[in-house]
């Protein structure tokens, strides 16, 4: 599975990344979504979109805590969930969205540390 987080807002982008914000559903800043079996399509618009999101192999057990906490519309139907999920900017801030030279940031492939993000921002 692999989650995509949007870190980047609205302000300056380019009509074709704003087109493929809209068709992988990231329409506003922290916003997530979780492919489960991504196809080609998909890979090739987070490909296009890596330098504008976060996105990494989730676990299981947060993708769990994830739907939990953000996921479901309506309590009483347990398996009504949202096509993507809303969070909280990340606690204790953000490593630098970009650093040259230095260090990579959050931006791009976080691998198996998007785990980490994603509680942080719960």
Do not use: W
Request: glycine content about 10%; aromatic content about 8%.
């Amino acid at each position: 599975m692999i989650a995509v987080i949007r870190i980047k807002g609205l302000v300056g982008l380019n009509r074709d990344i704003n087109e493929t914000f809209e068709r992988l559903r990231l329409r506003r800043k922290y916003t997530c979504v979780v492919f489960e079996k991504p196809n080609e399509v998909q890979l090739g618009m987070i490909k296009k979109v890596k330098d504008f999101v976060a996105y990494g192999e989730i676990s299981k057990e947060t993708y769990e805590e994830l739907k939990k906490k953000r996921g479901i519309k309506n309590p009483k139907n347990k398996g009504n969930l949202k096509p993507f999920f809303r969070l909280h900017p990340p606690r204790k801030g953000i490593e630098s969205k970009k650093h040259f030279g230095v260090g990579k940031g959050v931006l791009g492939n976080n691998g198996d540390k998007i785990n980490e993000l994603v509680l942080r921002m719960l």
